[in-house]
Every structure is written in structure tokens, then in C-alpha cells.
């Protein structure tokens, strides 16, 4: 029932921004933590950033200073906005969430993944 819904991926230019978009829906009746992931070919996904039901962030050394994480809780939606894009950053995005629904307790979801490929 619960499902995450992932946007904004896509090719863009070295020093180029993106902003990605999750929207969360089913029957939630909480969220907690909300965080971006990420997969590059051959590699082991890793944590980009979170963001707690408080608004406290997070995020890897790699994009410290270059990414942001909000999320507006209205639409039960998390954001990551990137700039300066580095080649390096390209890979499949995920998103997470952990949430609860009326009759069930707190489970992580994750969304269908989103590709971004930072690329001249």
C-alpha cells in the first residue's frame, strides 16, 4: 500500500544542480527519518543525507556543501537539491523512508530509484 515515488533525476553538465523529488502514499500515519541513497554501477549503495521528523540533516563528506535534504511534510515529500554535480555523483538515486501506517509499526520503504548521470 505504501509506496515512494521518486522524480528529477536525469543527464546533466559537470557544475550542474538538480533537484530530486520522493513523494510518500498509502495510508501513513507517521514519518520519521527521510533520507537519499545512492548506487553507482559496481559499487555498494551508500547514504547521501537524511533528515529526521525534526528537520536535523545529515550527509556523507562527498556532498557536504553541495547538497541540501528537506522535505516538506505537508505533501510527505523529501527533496535533495544538488549543485556543483561532479561526475563521481552519478548514479542511481533511492529514496528511504521509515515510516509508520495506522496498523502498522515503523518500517523503512524504499523508492524505485532515479538515475542521474553528471556528464559533458
Known amino acids: 500500500q505504501v509506496q515512494l515515488v521518486e522524480s528529477g533525476g536525469g543527464l546533466v553538465q559537470p557544475g550542474g544542480s538538480l533537484r530530486l523529488s520522493c513523494a510518500a502514499s498509502?495510508?501513513?500515519?507517521?514519518?520519521?527519518?527521510m533520507a537519499w541513497y545512492r548506487q553507482a554501477p559496481e559499487k555498494q549503495r551508500e547514504l547521501v543525507a537524511q533528515?529526521?521528523?525534526?528537520?536535523?540533516?545529515n550527509y556523507a563528506d562527498s556532498v557536504k556543501g553541495r547538497f541540501t535534504i528537506s522535505r516538506d511534510n505537508a505533501k510527505n515529500t523529501v527533496y535533495l537539491q544538488m549543485t556543483s554535480l561532479k561526475p563521481e555523483d552519478t548514479a542511481v538515486y533511492y529514496c528511504?523512508?521509515?515510516?509508520?501506517?495506522?496498523?502498522?509499526?515503523?518500517?523503512?520503504?524504499w523508492g524505485q530509484g532515479t538515475q542521474v548521470t553528471v556528464s559533458s
Open positions: 533528515i529526521t521528523n525534526g528537520g536535523s540533516t
Open positions: 498509502g495510508s501513513i500515519l507517521s514519518i520519521y527519518d
Open positions: 528511504n523512508a521509515r515510516l509508520r501506517t495506522l496498523t502498522v509499526s515503523a518500517t523503512r520503504y
